[in-house]
């Protein structure tokens, strides 16, 4: 199945990521080694895998924060490393990336952290626009009161919300989650899946979700990706993935799951 | 050993091609000669008063003995002048903004603040490190000419105690010891070290490894690293000031 999915060589004008073959190694560690990928419009996928295969440094390749050694990696219609200085900022904006560490500015206050993309991006901004968009990116994340609070008073989950708000503010079209429930709790991770449900709802983004947690890929992805030696060796729906007796695939389904 | 020289050397060449690109910062860099001057007042002052003191106190014995303590003004002057204002600064920066700097932008690293910066279509580079080298250029020799005069303060108090000269005949010979040459030598030298301190302290953060020890590593090293260039600089312009004087 994964095979008629993701035709090696020839890009699905369909899709809104559209990764071929795509390599990266740093040294003799060679991480990823021909990841191909289609995500189409509108759709969540989960990307699942063990701790250091790679599944961050799929995504900054995505975004062009890191430069792939090989393959080809298509955004919205456009090449990824073909990008200006000038395209790569407009790009961006297009695409929300919420980091495994929140990466919540620590010098600035939440106001100043959800304002940052804004004044940055968009030129000829009032006061009073740049504040409402403020309130209403934090009303959406249910985070009101947090605005003159700095990065340090909120906890974990809180931090991860406001990072998330801070990458809606700009109305992305994508929208790539590195673990966005590692290091919570059942509860808040509860939350955090469904304000990735409602964000996908609102502003139909497609999404890319990293995660290790199966009750997060499965409650907020149409279909899951399984990276296994640098590779995406499953792809498919969550059923059909864990429906596999491949041991590894195993591991990681027991892990969760244990009782 | 070479390839982290070309790294370094890559890092400073980057930072003089982007200081003349636009945009310009000019908030941040308000913002940070603020920090770096705000961070090290106090400690200056209180250094550069002991020091002077000191200097001049025990200064004073071997002056003594061919009876020259009236020399003594001058040569406060120029020691403070010429050597002490400049390194004491400098050493004091690099121990508080220095090592400030390297955690800073180590933990930003870390924490992936510098990559969320460049997806929020913002250079990182502009924004933390050029930024944060042109405060320290700029606002160090402030401090140095700051800590000049609280030095010369100290000696003046010491001189004032025991021999009880007046001050504006201590402060006649100061100026009569020092010249627009050592003032401006001075100048020139602190804004070396000041670039130096900047330059150390975003490299080494910037360069962190991922981890909480990487900011800890960072900050000791932007430290150690800068002192010890600051006193390479002192020698070196030793040699360039004595074949211009
Ligand atoms: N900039 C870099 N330079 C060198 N090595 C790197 C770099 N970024 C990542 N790596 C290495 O690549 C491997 C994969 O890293 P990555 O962060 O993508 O893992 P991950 O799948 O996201 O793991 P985790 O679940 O722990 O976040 C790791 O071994 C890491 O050390
Ligand atoms: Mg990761």
């Known amino acids: 199945m994964n095979s008629a999915m993701n ?19 740093f040294g003799d560690l060679h991480v990823l080694q021909g990841i191909d990928l289609d995500v189409k419009q509108g759709e969540n996928i989960a990307v699942l895998g063990r701790s250091g295969t790679g599944k961050s440094v ?11 050694d090989s393959g080809s990696v298509v955004v919205l219609g456009q090449d990824v490393e073909q990008l200006s200085a000038k395209e790569m900022d407009t790009f961006r904006q297009k695409v929300g990336f919420s980091f495994q560490s929140s990466a919540l500015y620590d010098s600035m206050s939440i106001r100043e952290n959800l304002e940052f993309p804004l004044v940055r991006n968009v030129r000829n901004l009032s006061r009073a626009d740049v504040d409402k968009a403020v309130e209403k990116a ?8 947090t605005i003159n609070q700095m990065p340090s008073e909120l906890s974990g989950g809180q931090r991860k919300r406001i990072g ?16 966005p429930t590692s290091g919570l709790d059942p509860i808040t991770s509860i939350e955090i899946n469904n304000l990735i449900n409602e964000v996908r709802e609102r502003i139909n983004a497609t999404s890319i979700i990293i995660t290790h947690d199966l009750t997060c890929a499965k409650t907020t992805s149409d279909r899951v990706a399984m990276l296994l030696d640098g590779k995406f060796e499953r792809v498919g729906t969550f059923d059909d993935v864990f429906a596999d007796p491949d041991e590894r695939v195993k591991q990681f389904y027991n892990y969760n799951f244990v009782n | 050993m070479f390839l982290a020289l070309a790294d370094v050397f890559a890092f400073i060449s980057r930072f003089f091609r982007e200081l003349f690109l636009p945009p310009y910062e000019f908030k941040e860099i308000i913002r940070q000669c603020y920090e770096v001057g705000f961070r090290s007042l106090l400690l200056i002052s209180t250094t550069g008063f002991i020091t002077g003191m000191v200097f001049t106190n025990q200064s004073r014995p071997s ?36 090592s400030s700097i390297g955690a800073e932008i180590g933990s930003m690293n870390v924490t992936e603040q510098i990559d969320a910066m460049e997806v929020s279509g913002t250079n990182p580079f502009k924004f933390l490190v050029v930024s944060r080298v042109l405060a320290t250029s700029i606002t160090i020799p402030i401090l140095t000419m700051y800590t000049i005069f609280v030095a010369l303060i100290g000696g003046f108090l010491n001189v004032n105690m025991t021999e009880q000269t007046s ?18 030598a001075s100048s020139l030298k602190s804004i070396v070290f000041g670039f130096t301190i900047g330059m150390v302290g975003c490299y080494k953060g910037y360069n962190s490894s991922k981890g909480t020890e990487g900011v800890g590593k960072a900050a000791n090293a932007a430290v150690v690293t800068s002192m010890f260039l600051v006193f ?3 020698l070196l312009s030793l040699q360039i000031v004595s074949s211009f004087r």
Not at chain 2, 90 to 96: R, S, V
């Open chain 1, 7 to 25: 035709k090696p060589g020839k890009t699905d004008e369909n899709s809104v990521i559209s990764i071929r073959n795509l390599r990266k190694s």
């Open chain 2, 167 to 184: 001050f504006t005949s201590y402060i006649q010979e100061v100026f009569g010891a020092i010249s627009y040459v050592d003032i401006f």
């Open chain 2, 232 to 234: 390479i600089e002192e």
């Open chain 1, 138 to 145: 934090l009303d959406d994340v249910g985070l009101s009161q």
């Open chain 1, 164 to 179: 998330i708000a801070r990458t809606l503010i700009l109305n992305p079209e994508i929208m790539l989650y590195d673990e």
């Open chain 2, 63 to 98: 002056l003594a003995e061919f009876g020259a303590t009236s020399w003594l003004p001058s040569l406060i002057a120029i020691a403070i002048v010429r050597a002490l204002g400049p390194l004491v600064t400098a050493l004091i920066a690099a121990g508080k903004v220095g």
């Open chain 1, 58 to 68: 799929l995504i900054k390749i995505i975004v062009g924060l890191l430069k792939p």
